[in-house]
Antibody, heavy 120, light 106 residues
Framework: EVQLVESGGGLVQPGGSLRLSCAAS????????MHWVRQAPGKGLVWVSR????????SYADSVKGRFTISRDNAKNTLYLQMNSLRAEDTAMYYC?????????????WGQGTLVAVSS | DIQMTQSPSSLSASVGDRVTITCRAS??????LNWYQQKPGKAPDLLIY???SLQSGVPSRFSGSGSGTDFTLTISSLQPEDFATYYC????????FGGGTKVEIK
């Protein structure tokens, strides 16, 4: 059974940093692209970042480029999102999602999300 | 960046109604359009991928069509468990979601 479990969310002050993790199980982690998607309270889904299976290719939404870094540890079956210079507008539920075996695939499995709140 | 425009943003419908939601891309995305259903407090669920392929386990009353820039999600006969918010997503060039369509009970 495919499972994705996010952790690392919490309350952080503006300008602070946080690292999110997504522990994956039930599939060959290194074979899949992985994504981070966020959702501000009461708002829609926003794609944040993606990474390919071996970690050599990454992409970011303009709103987080230069502040967030996606990475993965295939030995630990874990996806990460390092978030620096956090702003109030980064407050959201953050979901990790499994992509396809290529960059064109959909998010077919999602975690339950981890909540990030940026406030003083 | 590719922009995705969904319409309507909300609709009211009754059980048994046929419901259609549209999604338009700002440039051609071939068939790389996915549809998700999200219920309050839950993660999204994939319904349709590659414009018209039904995800395993999804009821056949859900269908998708389109290519290029214009796409449609159809629910042939709305069921009580279908009241939710629906999102389209392009996966052709990085990724972008539409703004969502909330389907409410009339």
């Amino acid at each position: 059974e495919v499972q994705l479990v996010e952790s690392g969310g919490g309350l952080v002050q503006p300008g602070g940093s946080l690292r999110l993790s997504c522990a994956a199980s039930g599939f060959t982690f290194s074979s899949y692209w992985m994504h981070w998607v966020r959702q501000a309270p009461g708002k829609g889904l926003v794609w944040v970042s993606r990474i390919n299976g071996d970690g050599s290719s990454t992409s970011y939404a303009d709103s987080v480029k230069g502040r967030f870094t996606i990475s993965r540890d295939n030995a630990k079956n874990t996806l990460y999102l390092q978030m620096n210079s956090l702003r109030a507008e980064d407050t959201a539920m953050y979901y990790c999602a499994r992509g396809g075996r290529n960059s064109l695939g959909p998010g077919d499995y999602w975690g339950q999300g981890t909540l990030v709140a940026v406030s003083s | 960046d590719i922009q995705m425009t969904q319409s309507p943003s909300s609709l009211s419908a009754s059980v048994g109604d046929r419901v259609t939601i549209t999604c338009r891309a700002s440039q051609s995305i071939s068939i790389y359009l996915n549809w998700y259903q999200q219920k309050p407090g839950k993660a999204p669920d994939l319904l349709i991928y590659a414009a018209s392929s039904l995800q395993s386990g999804v009821p056949s009353r859900f269908s998708g069509s389109g290519s290029g820039t214009d796409f449609t999600l159809t629910i042939s006969s709305l069921q009580p468990e279908d009241f939710a918010t629906y999102y389209c997503q392009q996966s052709y060039s990085t990724s972008t979601f539409g703004g969502g369509t909330k389907v409410e009970i009339k």
